[in-house]
Nanobody
Framework: QVQVVESGGGWVQPGGSLRLSCAASGNFFRINAMAWYRQAPGKQRDPVARVSRDGITTYADSVEGRFTISRDNAKNTMYLQMNSLKPEDTAVYYC????????????????WGQGTQVTVSS
């Protein structure tokens, strides 16, 4: 019903930058808040940043000042600009989109992407 697809991951040296994208598509009434999470090997999935539909942003302390989350409501797309990357940022990054759907009934659910790998190493 709602598909979420991340892109933009890859390998980068410490201090480098990457930009992740997340696109939501399918049969929905509206995409509400969107967020990035990450999961390193052997660890739990943790929130990284969140952006409301109105553009209000929040960040994990570990990425504050280095990462910037943004979105384009017309394209149902969210971005994560990651600067000054550190080896500890290495993880699979997941996009989560809160969507309102109305078929067959009105509902509100969170949809997840498959994740994109980010590796920071020299």
């Amino acid at each position: 019903q709602v598909q979420v697809v991340e892109s933009g991951g890859g390998w980068v040296q410490p201090g480098g930058s990457l930009r992740l994208s997340c696109a939501a598509s399918g049969n929905f009434f509206r995409i509400n808040a969107m967020a990035w999470y990450r999961q390193a090997p052997g660890k739990q999935r943790d929130p990284v940043a969140r952006v409301s539909r109105d553009g209000i942003t929040t960040y994990a302390d570990s990425v504050e000042g280095r990462f910037t989350i943004s979105r384009d409501n017309a394209k149902n797309t969210m971005y994560l600009q990651m600067n000054s990357l550190k080896p500890e940022d290495t993880a699979v990054y997941y996009c989560a989109a809160d969507a309102t759907t109305r078929s067959p009934i009105w509902s509100f659910s969170t949809y997840w992407g498959q994740g994109t790998q980010v590796t920071v190493s020299s």
